[in-house]
């Protein structure tokens, strides 16, 4: 009976979608705005949840672990999520105090994670770029043309670069990408219809 | 109808009804469908045959997915490939090490390799297994995995599922402690970090096919069929485009315009 | 020595990295930029509409991806202010709408009539679903905006329902959703232009969209600041740190090369050995 | 040289620095702030998650709207997960999300993703990148052929596709590298200029 449902709805969900985009027809046109604008509601609920889920996993680490250094962590992860969320509900996300902690911790927090990309690219250039076969060096060709060519020296080093890398992204790379991007197509087509159709052996939620 | 939408929608219809065609004819088991050899696959029990030479272990990991939502599919199918190659690991006694980044896939994995160990009778070898929880923050994951790799000095390494930039940390101790590494993701965006530093890897669609073929799961080749088919009608499309259009007609760019 | 070179520890070479970074930003270069014709296609589709005409930004973005895309927005929001366009921005990604406000507060917009030329709606959740909610009613969708003031009456929104009333999209983009959903649910059902402000590192993935048109113009991170910037005359941070990055490309590039001598003269040795034991 | 006197300047700077001592070595004080980053990002979902609720579901619902309840009740049906007994229902919820999705990319792939794709294709074979783009395109989907064994034609189409997918990904490296450069020099513009002041 739920599992009838969950399918049911799912298919539903889906199908008025699809069946809009392709025919003009008001009460597919109603349906579809109403479906869209519940799914943003229905979204925003479950933003929260991958929150609540962080507390529950952070929870068990406090009451499970005997590392000192795990527990202290889940607290102050804890703290910062409480603190952050009160804040933010009681003053609002552009209020001064709530300003600090986006500025002062999420945005650099979060770039600068991002940006330790860059040692271990080097160290990987260094270890692990090896010309092997075919493949490396095409690869290591291609990357070292497109690396020079986004920045000025590689025009002072040879005033070629800027072209050559202008071509392989916009040729062999672009055509390379559209086989690769039709053929993603098909698949996650082939899974979408698979999910609206309940045939998929992952379960939903 | 909606104008300029006809051609879509017949198309839509088309590679519905084949894939849903497709997928019924392999269930019903009328034909047996061969995936292709792909070379990353067949290195796998060449890497655990190394791990087995030089006495060191295994580490697997089935990516930092959840098992729902759009990146799901690879977390099951890097726990297909786990499958296989914990039965391996029970058949020649290569210890076997587990990382885990998603709570959730921490019994998916346990159950997966009981079931393999259970197979190949080698029940009491579970001891030599170790399947960990690490953390589920991205970089924290990453950190600690890249620890158990060095430490343990893996032999080989499998990265299977679904992984962002912390891929690079993992992919990069493998080669510092020289492990034999296979990975295979349907990230595209971190296929590049893959091919350079690892051993073989496994290219988007490549990471389904694998493990269709590893597992014969009738929902995983069934699909692999269908797309396949409609892969073909594209390229039909394609090469009969092309060449109409280089005759000179825009009888193609008309009728997919429509 | 070369086997010594192939055990070099990793952090040895972060400072290498480390110094490669630090001196060009203390001592610049001034090295010349070069200006990419998705850049320029950009800049003209942005001269080319006239004065009031609307332009929804989508900041489709997390705080990872700002530090290398706030330069180009900076200088395109200078464009679009100094032409008299009307902002309407939005955002799917929960980031979005604070780093949105730190943008326009960087840009001359700040001069300008917020809810006349611009406004900030702020987020909203669900990503694909949400981009086809808001581009089929806009106001319907964010019924306030990010600072809680309704849409209703804003002078921004006259004559504009869906997103087909707007005359160009620019998506800010670092990951999806981003530009791959707004062609498919806007750009082409709706036909209206779609630029975009990318981080350098899905440039390659996104080549096919604009041969095809689908995508109009494209802004790679601080590189296309910097080109942006001397477009409009006005140089700012993306020029500022070419310098840095030029050093640090190369740096990476010598690394590579040095890694593969190690790796082929390790090779070449090893099989002379092996020749001898098979010698001996 | 001008130091900064802003509380969030600050703390911004104690925070990138604390993750840049990771690659250095782990250590307790990057812990800390990894777990301070995640805890307010959390956080910050939550706020935003709730704007959305109250300006389309409680509002409206203040002003009459009955329809509402609808997605409501949908939304609060993915709480049952954490009960035992009903954790089942948010199954519905979750079914409706991602029925919907994959409804709305289905109907967007076909067009924007394949149609458009192949139509670009369409081009006079008058120059050698018209035909390389031709090539590249058709080679590489002969590639992703998974039920066709590799021989023949087939083989040597494929092979080529894998060389035209190495050009790419050496392309995607190459600008990825980019962009983690690019991210760094805005830390360290940051730390130098905004912070100490030592960068104008």
């Known amino acids: ?205 | 109808m909606i104008q300029g939408r006809q051609f879509t929608l017949l198309l839509f219809l088309v590679m519905s009804v084949i894939m849903l065609y497709a997928g019924n004819y392999v269930r019903k088991g009328k034909k047996t469908i061969k995936i292709r050899r792909l070379s990353a696959v067949e290195a796998i029990p060449e890497a655990i045959g190394r791990a087995t030479e030089a006495g060191r272990p295994v580490h697997f990991s089935p990516g930092l997915a959840a098992i729902t939502g759009l990146d799901a599919p690879q977390t099951f199918a890097g726990i297909s490939l786990l499958r296989y190659i914990a039965k391996l690991t029970a058949r020649y006694d290569v210890r076997l090490i587990v990382t885990i980044r998603q709570p959730a896939v921490l019994p998916l994995a346990q159950e997966t390799i009981r079931q393999s160990y259970l197979e190949e009778g080698k029940f009491d070898a579970l001891s030599q297994v170790d399947v960990m929880f690490l953390s589920d923050q991205q970089f924290a994951y990453a950190a600690a995995a890249s620890g158990v790799i060095m430490r343990e000095k893996a032999a080989a390494s499998f990265l299977f599922g679904a992984f962002w930039a912390e891929n690079l940390m993992l992919a990069e101790v493998g080669t510092q402690v020289d492990a034999y590494q296979i990975s295979g993701t349907a990230s595209i965006g971190q296929v590049p970090f893959f091919v350079t530093t690892t051993d073989y890897c496994l290219i988007g669609e490549e990471l389904y096919a694998a493990a269709a073929s590893l597992t014969a799961d009738e929902v995983f080749l069934g699909a692999i069929l269908g797309q396949d088919i409609c892969k073909g009608i594209m390229v039909a499309l394609l090469v009969v485009g092309v060449i109409v259009t280089a005759v000179g007609s825009d009888l193609f760019v008309r009728l997919l315009s429509l | 020595m070369l086997s010594k070179l192939g055990r070099i520890d990793s952090r040895v070479l972060y400072l290498i990295l480390l110094i490669a970074f630090i001196v060009p930003l203390l001592c610049p270069l001034g090295l010349p930029m070069i200006i990419s014709d998705e850049i320029k296609r950009t800049y003209d589709l942005i001269e080319s509409l006239p004065e009031g005409s609307r332009v929804v930004v989508s900041f489709d973005l997390s705080p990872g991806g700002y530090d290398e895309l706030a330069p180009a927005c900076a200088a395109v929001f200078n464009h679009m202010a100094m032409k008299g366009l009307r902002l309407i921005g939005m955002s799917f990604w929960d980031a979005g709408p604070s780093l949105l406000d730190r943008s326009l507060a960087g840009s001359l917009y700040v001069d300008k009539e917020y809810g006349d030329d611009y406004v900030n709606l702020g987020f909203l959740a669900g990503g694909e679903n949400a981009m086809a909610a808001a581009a089929r009613d806009i106001r319907g969708a964010f019924p306030s905006d990010f600072h809680d003031n309704p849409t209703a009456n804003m002078p921004i929104f006259e004559g504009v329902q869906s997103l087909k009333d707007v005359e160009m999209v620019i998506v800010v983009a670092t990951g999806n959703p981003g530009v791959p959903e707004w062609i498919r649910q806007v750009g082409d059902p709706m036909g209206v232009p779609i630029a975009t402000i990318v981080i350098a590192g899905l440039v390659a993935d996104y080549a096919p969209y604009i041969q095809s048109k689908q995508l109009i113009g494209m802004i790679p991170g601080l590189r296309g600041a910097a080109g942006y910037e001397s477009l409009i005359d006005m140089l700012g941070r993306g020029t500022a740190g070419l310098d840095a990055q030029s050093v640090a490309h190369l740096m990476i590039l010598i690394f590579v090369l040095v890694g593969n001598i190690v790796y082929f003269a390790e090779r070449s040795r090893e099989k002379e050995e092996s020749a001898k034991e098979g010698a001996a | 040289m001008n130091m900064s006197t802003s509380v969030s300047v600050w703390l911004a700077a104690l925070v990138t620095i604390g993750l840049i001592s990771f690659v250095f070595k782990e250590n307790f004080y990057y812990r800390i702030v990894e777990s301070l980053y995640v805890g307010v990002s959390a956080g910050h979902a939550i706020v935003l998650g709730w704007g959305n609720i109250r300006n389309l579901a409680i509002r409206p619902l203040g002003e009459g709207n009955v329809a509402v309840i609808i997605p409501i009740i949908l939304g609060l049906m993915l709480f049952t997960r954490y009960f035992e007994k009903w954790h089942r229902v948010s199954r519905i919820p979750t079914g409706f999300l991602m029925g919907l999705g994959a409804g709305l990319s289905m109907r967007g792939i076909v067009g924007s993703q394949i149609i458009e794709q192949i139509k670009a294709c369409y081009v006079s074979l008058n120059s050698i990148n018209n035909i390389l783009i031709v090539v590249g395109t058709f080679a590489v989907l002969s590639y992703f052929f998974f039920t066709v064994e590799h021989d023949g034609f087939v083989g040597k189409s494929a092979t080529l596709g894998r060389w035209f997918m190495m050009l790419c990904f050496g392309a995607a490296y190459g600008s990825t590298v980019t962009g983690r450069i690019s991210l760094f020099v805005g830390r360290l513009q940051f730390l130098l200029g905004d912070w100490l002041g030592i960068l104008q």
């Open chain 1, 1 to 205: 009976m739920l599992r009838t449902a969950t399918l049911a709805v799912t298919f539903l969900a889906g199908i008025i979608v699809i069946l809009a985009f392709f025919f003009d027809v008001g009460f597919l046109a109603t349906a579809e705005a109403r479906v869209q604008d519940w799914g943003v509601i229905v979204a925003a609920f479950a933003l929260a949840m991958a929150s609540i889920n962080l507390v529950q996993v952070n929870i068990r680490r406090i009451s499970s672990s005997d590392d000192a250094t795990e527990k202290i962590c889940a607290v102050v992860l804890l703290a910062a999520l409480v603190v952050m969320s009160i804040i933010g509900l009681t003053q609002g996300p552009t209020s001064d105090t709530y300003n600090v902690l986006f500025d002062g911790i999420m945005a650099p927090g979060q770039s600068t994670v991002w940006a330790l990309g860059v040692f271990y690219i080097s160290s990987a250039a260094y270890r692990a770029f090896r010309v092997k076969n075919v493949d490396a060096g095409l690869l290591l060709f291609s990357s070292a043309f497109v690396m020079l060519g986004a920045v000025p020296i590689g025009e002072v080093i040879w005033s070629g670069i800027p072209a050559v890398s202008q071509w392989i992204v916009d040729v062999p790379n672009m055509a390379g990408m559209r086989g690769m991007l039709i053929g993603a197509g098909i698949g996650a087509f082939s899974g979408g219809l698979r999910l609206l159709l309940g045939i998929d052996r992952t379960e939903v939620g």
